[in-house]
């Protein structure tokens, strides 16, 4: 590319890639900066589509970002997979919420309780229904609740079709490392490279570690279970994610660590919850262990919008733990405020101005889930 783009991505996750879409299908000239596109965090996510079963104690408007984002999911998934014609495995068979012990089911209905009263729709099964739903459930399962509308996508296929329909768009892979954003010389500059935005920016994005596994159905079929599974297993937080192709993700642990090893004990705890839950999983082959590292924020919400003190970056980072389900509406608001240079009023709990003199400390530049399994130390 000859001209100056209208707009360079930094970083090509699913958020990254999905603003270079939007962008170039609006007719900018867009380059998009990475290395290694689609092997951060997203090459370890689930991809869990979750605004109610992740809705948690104070944080009333990350969820109504979420909810609002995972609206946008089935109209975005049609579009992409249309684009790029490929199947990015999104499915809306719902997630189950379960409690194995007394302690367990407590635990998970004080949260669902919450989630109630916040208009959301989650709704508690009889453990008879949960089983008729779920006969792959272990029988010592206490009881639960549906969230019907918490779908699932496979990241992995998204970050593939995101680059496929950039690039037919019109976006441009840059390959190279970007150490300074005097770098890139574009009109437009969008920082959405997870926890590299914290160097690039000074914005207060730190790593937090989570440790996934993928099993794999013995023989050539489907899990036993359609539902995403959220569970709650002798104190442990556990997620289960079937796929067709007959991959389950588990996951995760939330470590406070910057390292991306995989830990016996990681694995361990997982497995023992994954199996507590869904005995038949005992069976399956472990097929891929691995780390990744969410952009956490202090506030848990991710950061979008124009960093001050610096005309023409923007930010598209710290979306944590929800990076999958806020990849539609991340795009569209930064789109739009690309486009129109008015920002959309719904970005105005996120935008990085909230954090203004809590920087992250020793940068000289201009400019949870409480219940899940934690990890005491780090490598
Ligand atoms: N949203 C799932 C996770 O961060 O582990």
């Known amino acids: 590319m000859l001209t100056r783009p ?30 290694a596109p ?53 499915r809306t068979d719902g997630t189950l919420v379960v409690g194995l012990t007394t302690d367990d089911l407590a635990e998970a209905r004080r949260l669902w309780t919450y989630q109630q009263g916040l208009g959301l729709p989650i709704t508690p099964l009889r453990p008879t229904e949960l089983r008729d739903r779920e ?24 970050v593939a079709a995101l680059r496929t329909a950039a ?46 596994l ?13 539902h995403v599974v959220r569970g709650y297993a002798d104190g442990e937080s556990v997620y289960l994610v079937p796929r067709d192709s007959g991959e389950v993700v588990v996951g995760a642990t939330v470590e406070e660590c910057a390292d991306t090893e995989v830990t016996a004990g990681g694995v361990l705890r997982l497995l023992r919850a994954a199996v507590d839950l869904v005995p ?14 969410r952009p956490g924020t202090p506030d848990n919400a991710p950061i979008i919008g124009a960093l001050p003190g610096r005309p023409g970056v923007l930010a598209a980072t710290g979306h944590h733990r929800h990076g999958i389900v806020l990849t539609p509406i991340t795009a569209d608001l930064v789109t739009e405020l690309i486009v129109t240079g008015e ?18 400390a020793g940068h000289h ?9 934690e990890e005491e130390t780090c490598n």
Do not use: N
Request: glycine residues 14%; contains cysteine.
């Open 38 to 90: 689609g092997r951060g965090a997203s090459h370890v996510a689930a991809g869990m589509l979750a605004p109610v079963a992740e809705a948690y104690f104070g944080e009333h408007q990350l969820t109504g970002l979420l909810t609002e984002s995972a609206a946008r999911w089935p109209g975005f998934a049609a579009e992409l997979a249309e684009a790029a014609g490929t199947d990015l495995g999104y």
């Open 167 to 212: 690039e037919q768009a019109g976006a441009v892979w840059r390959p190279g490392v970007v150490g300074d954003l005097s770098e890139v010389d574009a009109r437009v500059t969008v920082v959405a490279a997870g926890c590299g935005a914290a160097a690039l920016t000074g914005l207060p994005v730190r790593p937090v570690k989570g440790q996934v």
């Open 214 to 226: 993928r099993l794999r159905a013995p023989g050539r079929g489907a899990p036993d279970f359609r």
């Open 343 to 360: 920002p959309d009023p719904l970005l105005a709990p996120f935008t990085p101005d909230r954090f203004a003199g809590t920087r992250r």
């Open 365 to 373: 530049g201009p400019g949870s889930d409480a219940s899940a399994i």
């Open 6 to 35: 209208d707009v360079a991505v930094v970083g090509a996750g699913p958020v990254g890639l999905a603003v270079a879409w939007r962008c170039a299908s609006r007719g900018l000239r867009v380059t998009v900066h990475d290395p």
């Open 280 to 293: 038949e999983l005992a069976e399956y082959h472990l097929a891929e262990a691995s780390a990744g590292l």
């Open 135 to 158: 006969p792959a459930l272990a029988p010592r399962v206490r009881g639960g609740a549906i969230a019907p509308g918490d779908h699932q996508v496979d990241p992995r296929r998204l």
